[in-house]
Nanobody, 123 residues
Framework: QVQLVESGGGLVQAGGSLRLSCATSGFTFRTYAMGWFRQAPGQEREFVSFISWSGHNIEYKDSVKGRFTISRDNAKNAVYLQMNSLNPEDTAVYYC????????????????WGQGTRVTVSS
C-alpha cells in the first residue's frame, strides 16, 4: 500500500520558517522523482518544487526561489521542504507527490500523492 504522509505545517508569522516533511512507504522511493505542490483556497494546485531521484536535479517555482529548499533522504524514504521568509501568499495546503518518470511540474505527471499539510502565514 502506497503512503505519503506530510507533516510540519502550521501557523507562522510573515518572515518565519517551516520545514515540511513527507514520509513515504509502499513504493521504491529511490527510483522516483519527488515534488511539492500547493493549493490555496479557491485556486488550482500548483507546482512548488521537484527533486530527481538522485537529488542532482532540482527546480523551483519562481516565487519561492531563494526562500525554499527541497531535499530528500533515500535511506529514510523521505522528502523535505525547508521554507524560509514565508509571506501570506505562501498560505496553502502543501502536498508531496511521487513521479516514476521524468522531472515534471505538471500535476498530471505524478503517480502518488499525500493528503497534504496546511500552512498558514499571517501578516
Amino acid at each position: 500500500q502506497v503512503q505519503l504522509v506530510e507533516s510540519g505545517g502550521g501557523l507562522v508569522q510573515a518572515g518565519g520558517s517551516l520545514r515540511l516533511s513527507c514520509a513515504t512507504s509502499g513504493f521504491t522511493f529511490r527510483t522516483y522523482a519527488m515534488g511539492w505542490f500547493r493549493q490555496a483556497p479557491g485556486q488550482e494546485r500548483e507546482f512548488v518544487s521537484f527533486i530527481s531521484w538522485s537529488g542532482h536535479n532540482i527546480e523551483y517555482k519562481d516565487s519561492v526561489k531563494g526562500r525554499f529548499t527541497i531535499s530528500r533522504d533515500n535511506a529514510k524514504n523521505a522528502v523535505y521542504l525547508q521554507m524560509n521568509s514565508l509571506n501570506p501568499e505562501d498560505t496553502a495546503v502543501y502536498y508531496c507527490a511521487a513521479a516514476r518518470f521524468g522531472l515534471e511540474s505538471r500535476v498530471t505527471k505524478y503517480d502518488y500523492w499525500g493528503q497534504g499539510t496546511r500552512v498558514t502565514v499571517s501578516s
